[in-house]
């Protein structure tokens, strides 16, 4: 049985100096009401400018993220290429959507791609869409609300950023992923993704979509991309994620007027994506197979999954995925077992990472036993050093 609870192999990266940072983070974290207080006071300084990257970068920021460059992260993907487990780079600024800075973000993104070509352990590329297109005109043309010649115009910018970045991942033989995004503009994204995947994706799946099974119609979606796919002859790649925008995604329901489209409760999230996984896997001759999870049982199942339909633990078709600085457990050990495992490593500025990091704050406290699991992790390994050394 796959366990996930050998603290010297989760944390055979970390140094002692290491512990001691996460221990008083997730300490912090912990606590609804620090996160809070701290999300408030980041606010702030964000509003007025002020200098908060000698507090940020040393605790929360060096915890989550790789580095403020390609080239500051390339000490980490050496890190855990030494214990078998990749990375993926993401560059993660958030929250803007000028011009200039959409045509910096696709010159970025277009780095990681060439970046991947050249590094065996950086095996993906990813993208999250609002990072080539403002919310305001994805929502407009996933409700066929595109009102204005301009508005049109930035629609079709966004599928033609998209092929830029999808045509160079193909040429370069580097598969891409493009996160997913809020429910209410999430199916523009999803009409422009498979168009990609019908283009790129005729030899091997090269063209990830993201799907969030905490949406309750995910499963069924999953299904109708599959007969696609097998009509129109090409691979899907999906990433398997629960989901990250839950009480954004109510909030907005309640106020609109209506149905949520979240399922009802934990229960159902999780059975949502295990019954993704388990008709993924059963499909595997068509999908290829990206389990982004911190969920031990989840991932568990999966491994079973791949045992019983004889699937290789280093087969391509499948990897698994945990955010860098979360779940250490479940990774680490994936990789000692000879499972393809990859870190989410997201990068960029201090001042622009900054949203990223405080919903990961925010998610360690709302996810239940997330933070604590972690607590209880580090501070078992911690003690497990101090014996040694006696």
């Not at 598969?175 to 422009?192: F, G, K, N, T």
């Amino acid at each position: 049985m796959l366990l996930f609870d050998d603290t010297q192999i989760a944390f055979s990266s970390k140094s002692d100096t290491d512990l001691r940072r996460a221990n008083y983070l997730f300490k912090t974290i912990a606590s609804p009401g620090m996160v809070k207080i701290s999300k408030g006071l980041i606010n702030i300084a964000r509003i007025f400018h002020l200098p908060i990257a000698w507090a940020v970068k040393p605790t929360i920021y060096k915890h989550f993220v790789g580095g403020e460059s390609l080239n500051e992260c390339g000490p980490l993907v050496r890190t855990l290429e030494k214990y078998n487990v990749k990375a993926i780079l993401d560059y993660s600024v958030e929250g803007i959507s000028t011009d200039a800075y959409i045509q910096h973000s696709v010159e970025e993104i277009l780095k990681t791609i060439e970046l991947a070509t050249l590094d065996p352990n950086i095996p993906f590329a990813v993208f999250k869409p609002t990072a080539l297109c403002s919310e305001e005109i994805l929502e407009k043309a996933s409700t066929d609300n595109l009102e204005t010649a301009i508005e049109k115009e930035e629609a079709g910018m966004f599928r033609y950023r998209m092929e830029i970045l999808c045509r160079r991942a193909f040429e370069k033989h580097v598969r891409i992923m493009i996160d997913a995004e809020d429910s209410w503009y999430q199916l523009y994204i999803d009409d422009v993704v498979n168009e990609m995947m019908e283009k790129y994706n005729k030899e091997t799946a090269i063209v990830y979509n993201t799907l969030q099974m905490y949406h309750l119609d995910r499963l069924e979606y999953l299904k109708i991309l599959y007969e696609r796919a097998v009509d129109k002859n090409y691979y899907l790649g999906i990433k398997f994620v629960r989901g990250a925008y839950m009480e954004k995604e109510r909030i907005r329901a309640d106020q609109k007027g209506y149905t949520s489209p979240i399922q009802p409760d934990k229960s159902a999230t999780d059975q949502s994506f295990d019954d993704g996984l388990r008709f993924a896997i059963s499909h595997l001759d068509r999908i290829h197979v990206f389990n982004g999870t911190h969920n031990e049982e989840s991932t568990r199942m999966f491994a079973i999954l791949m045992e019983r339909y004889a699937v290789a633990k280093d087969d391509e078709r499948c990897f698994f995925s945990q955010l860098y600085g979360m779940s250490d457990n479940i990774s680490f050990m994936l990789a000692k077992k000879g499972y393809n495992v990859a870190k989410y490593v997201p990068y960029g500025p201090v001042a622009s990472v900054l949203p990223y990091l405080i919903r990961r704050a925010e998610e360690n406290t709302a996810i239940a036993g997330q933070s604590g699991r972690e607590l209880n992790l580090i501070r078992q390994e911690i003690e497990r050093r101090k014996k040694i050394k006696k």
